[in-house]
């Protein structure tokens, strides 16, 4: 079946520091792949998405590229703050029936000033 | 417009007995999807209800587990005879299903379900 797997967390960063969370999926098919954040006390949010190969999903400074090569859809930001602390969820949309989401386990990121 | 709104926010239960949780979707919404996030896990799909069609339950982990939706407004989540296994937030996410390509999910704040 399709499955999600990405970087075990928790990850610490400080300010200003390059962030990237791997995220590499198997799935039938080429499906949408999606990043969605969770903010301390606050419901999961869509950051960005792609939905086909070489597409490049970017929000807030953060960017995913869709690599069907190695199947991947990793996180990445060129400058971390520490209103960026949250735990990020990679996700893929299925083509067919319900579409349902398949996510990752999540990865919790801290960024210290 | 309003957001996907769920309640209770928070529900506090003993083994053995029943819940409801409720989901508010996006007006106009047509899909709406029910998830499971167990602590420190990603979510998990439980529901799916597309307009008048039958839902597809396949994520559903066992008969004590229902829902229902009343055309494409408010569903419910029951779960009888609960057990400590139940013990999750309990998420709700809508859809316009536009296309194929263009099905994003808007989540609900969820409800944190313990039980006892």
């Known amino acids: 079946g399709n499955s999600v797997t990405q970087m075990e967390g928790p990850v610490t960063l400080s300010e200003e520091a390059f962030l990237t969370i791997n995220c590499t999926y198997t799935?039938?098919?080429?499906?949408?792949l999606f990043w969605y954040v969770q903010y301390p006390g606050e419901g999961l949010q869509l950051l960005l998405k792609?939905?086909?190969?070489?597409d490049k999903g970017s929000n807030k400074g953060f960017e995913a590229t869709y690599r069907k090569e190695t199947t991947s859809f990793h996180l990445e930001k060129g400058s971390v703050q520490v209103s960026d602390s949250a735990v990020y969820f990679c996700a893929l949309s299925e083509l067919q029936g319900a579409q349902k989401l398949v996510f990752g386990q999540g990865t919790r990121l801290t960024i210290n000033p | 417009g309003a957001g996907v709104s769920q309640s209770p926010s928070n529900k506090v239960t003993e083994k053995g007995k029943d819940v409801e949780l409720r989901c508010d979707p996006i007006?106009?919404?047509?899909?709406l999807y029910w998830y499971r996030q167990r602590l420190g896990q990603g979510l998990e799909f439980l529901i799916y209800f597309q307009g008048n069609s039958a839902p597809d339950k396949s994520g559903l982990p066992s008969d004590r587990f229902s829902a229902e939706r009343t055309g494409e407004s408010v569903s419910t989540l029951t779960i009888q005879r609960t057990q400590q296994e139940d013990s999750a937030v309990y998420l709700c996410?809508?859809?316009?299903?536009?296309?194929?390509?263009?099905?994003?999910?808007?989540f609900g704040p969820g409800t944190r379900l313990t039980v006892l």
């Open positions: 799935a039938t098919g080429y499906p949408s």
């Open positions: 792609a939905t086909k190969a070489d």
């Open positions: 007006s106009g919404h047509t899909a």
């Open positions: 996410a809508s859809s316009r299903r536009a296309s194929v390509t263009s099905n994003e999910q808007f």
